[in-house]
């Protein structure tokens, strides 16, 4: 694919995130707390995860692997890093949540497959296939060490709030509660928020149209459902925190 037909299909991607972005401030994702049975058919919760997060990890490295480009240090950094994400949302958290008997539905497993083939498929071919910017000279780049510094705080952020959740439900035996501590006594999703920071710093490290299309959707997925889960933590428990924001710290 030339290089030119990339950035367009790019740009197209960036477009249907901004319209995905609108729908879903309307209309919240149906998985987790958020379930519908109007979603029709339903698969168990952690398959749905395995099949959804391996989904960008494998075309991703597919394509790394199949180009032609030179792949030094700087490439399986950013390779690595993209890894270990995946790895860790496909293979690891799937088998630490508590998820007996539950369900998502199978639509939403389609829907998030499809999303992330694409983000896979879009950096790993960059990766492999196109870019030519990433000389060991990368390395002392300003945008890659911010980049990179902003990663790993915000994959620290994030599984640091997941253990926080997973813990506080194997401790519950009535169902949710309102998680506290650290990062969760500013914003009812600090976990979406080590993510969006994740994504933004990858974006920035790699500085390539296809990370930066991955941030905004991670941006667009991660904002209305941070809304929503803020919205749901206020109707259900009466005593929720007023001061704390959805996501964005004394912001949003």
């Not at 379930?35 to 391996?54: A, H, I």
């Not at 958290?93 to 498929?121: D, H, Q």
């Not at 390539?208 to 428990?237: E, Q």
């Amino acid at each position: 694919m030339e290089k030119i037909q990339f950035d367009h299909l790019v740009f197209a991607w960036i477009l249907l995130a901004c319209i995905i972005f609108l729908v879903l401030l309307k209309i919240p994702a149906p998985y987790g707390r958020h379930t519908s049975k109007m979603w029709g058919v339903t698969v168990p919760n952690r398959m749905g995860w395995l099949l959804m997060e391996l989904a960008a990890l494998l075309p991703f490295l597919c394509f790394v692997f199949a180009g032609s480009r030179e792949k030094n240090s700087v490439v399986w950094i950013i390779v690595i890093l993209f890894s270990l994400h995946y790895v860790n949302r496909s293979l690891i958290y799937p088998f630490r949540i508590k998820t007996k008997n539950k369900r998502m539905p199978l639509a939403v497993v389609f829907m998030a497959v499809f999303f992330n083939t694409v983000n896979g498929f879009l950096n790993g071919y960059y990766l492999g296939s196109l870019q030519n910017q990433y000389s060991i000279d990368w390395f002392k780049h300003p945008f890659f060490i911010s980049g990179f510094i902003l990663f790993v705080i915000g994959m620290i952020i994030n599984m640091s709030a997941d253990n926080q959740l997973i813990q506080l439900r194997k401790n519950s035996m009535n169902g949710y509660q309102i998680p506290g501590g650290l990062l969760f006594s500013k914003v009812s999703c600090p976990n979406f928020l080590g993510e969006i920071i994740e994504w933004g710093g990858f974006a920035l490290l790699c500085w390539s149209w296809p990370a930066v299309s991955f941030f905004i959707w991670t941006l667009c997925n991660l904002v209305p459902r941070a809304l929503d889960h803020h919205r749901w933590y206020k109707n259900k428990f009466n005593d929720y925190p007023a001061e704390r924001k959805a996501v964005f710290p004394y912001l949003l």
